[in-house]
């Protein structure tokens, strides 16, 4: 199993809309969770953290379900900017005490007008 | 505008050839990071140092080889590559490695898009 699993889409949505994404992850010890955005041939640009008590920021929102070991993102009322690959990360402590970063392969975002 | 910096942009080079990355962080940060991004793969953790001392290396080949002179410059060496290196490789830095969320945030340079022929 991959350590970060995203389903790479991609997801073609009109203006408007509602989508959702979600991000799984092996190991039960993972500690952080972030949403990045990569824009075509750009490089990756932190979108939010994901909190155990969920955040929300504009028309984004993102979940952390600890016991079934995903994270979730949700944006509304989509705008064509927000067409994007959007990676999922997560962080786990390894050997040294520090963070080991590990990415997914993204999901792809296109909306359309 | 992104406090990482990466030189150059775009390099081709040959297997024989031997070239350099430069990457330079203006974020008063601690961490480095070295990633490789090829096409419909996950970004792949190649190096990490903090302070300048090394910390991880993910079984990266020796033709990869990184030089941190000091916390704000990262160096990646390029030696005898093959066509299969061919890729973006991204520079990254945080506040430090290890520490509470906020400290976890890496801030990523725009890559350099390299080609091996």
């Known amino acids: 199993r991959k350590e970060v699993e995203q389903d790479p889409g991609p997801f073609n949505v009109p203006e408007g809309a509602t989508v959702a994404f979600n991000c799984t992850y092996s190991?039960?010890?993972?500690?952080?969770f972030f949403w990045y955005r990569q824009d075509c041939r750009k490089e990756p640009k932190l979108l939010m953290s994901?909190?155990?008590s969920g955040n929300e920021d504009g028309r984004f929102t993102a979940q952390l379900n600890r016991a079934s070991q995903y994270i979730s993102l949700l944006i509304r009322d989509s705008k064509l900017s927000d067409s994007a690959t959007y990676l999922c990360v997560v962080t786990i402590e390894s050997r040294g005490g520090y963070q080991k970063v590990t990415f997914g392969t993204g999901t792809k975002l296109q909306v359309i007008p | 505008e992104t406090g990482v910096t990466q030189t150059p942009r775009h390099l081709v080079m040959g297997m024989t050839n031997k070239k350099s990355l430069k990457c330079e962080q203006h974020l008063g940060h601690n961490a480095m990071y070295w990633y490789k991004q090829s096409a419909k793969k996950p970004l792949e953790l190649m190096f990490v140092?903090?302070?300048?001392?090394?910390?991880e290396n993910n079984s990266v080949p020796s033709r990869f080889s990184p030089e941190c002179p000091n916390s704000s410059h990262l160096f990646l060496h390029l030696h005898t590559l093959q066509p299969e290196d061919s890729a973006l490789y991204l520079c990254a830095s945080s506040q430090d490695l290890a520490g509470g969320l906020l400290t976890d945030t890496q801030y990523f340079g725009p890559g350099t898009r390299l080609t091996v022929l």
């Open positions: 994901v909190y155990s």
């Open positions: 190991n039960s010890a993972s500690q952080s």
């Open positions: 140092y903090s302070l300048e001392e090394r910390v």
